[in-house]
């Protein structure tokens, strides 16, 4: 009789523990994506805004000297 509550409550710390883990590491990989989605957004979007005003204003100037080579 004691073997097998002992079996019952190993499973069951068992089950509660797998659990734990995967309820951890649903935590932890919701942290680090946000870390990685603050650093594109702090980070990588400014550059990527500067980049586009530079490719705007090489078109507008390339424009005007087409333009103005007419």
């Given at each position: 009789?004691?073997?097998?509550?002992n079996?019952?409550?190993?499973?069951?710390?068992?089950?509660?523990?797998?659990?734990?883990?995967?309820?951890?590491s649903k935590?932890?990989?919701?942290?680090?994506?946000?870390?990685?989605?603050?650093?594109?957004?702090?980070?990588?979007?400014?550059?990527?805004?500067?980049a586009?005003?530079?490719?705007?204003?090489?078109?507008?100037?390339?424009?005007?000297?087409?333009?103005?080579?007419l």
């Amino acid at each position: 009789m004691k073997t097998e509550d002992n079996i019952r409550i190993r499973r069951g710390k068992a089950s509660i523990s797998s659990l734990n883990l995967k309820k951890a590491s649903k935590v932890v990989v919701i942290i680090i994506g946000a870390i990685i989605g603050m650093v594109f957004w702090v980070f990588i979007r400014p550059i990527l805004k500067g980049a586009s005003w530079v490719i705007s204003l090489i078109t507008a100037i390339l424009l005007l000297t087409w333009l103005l080579t007419l």
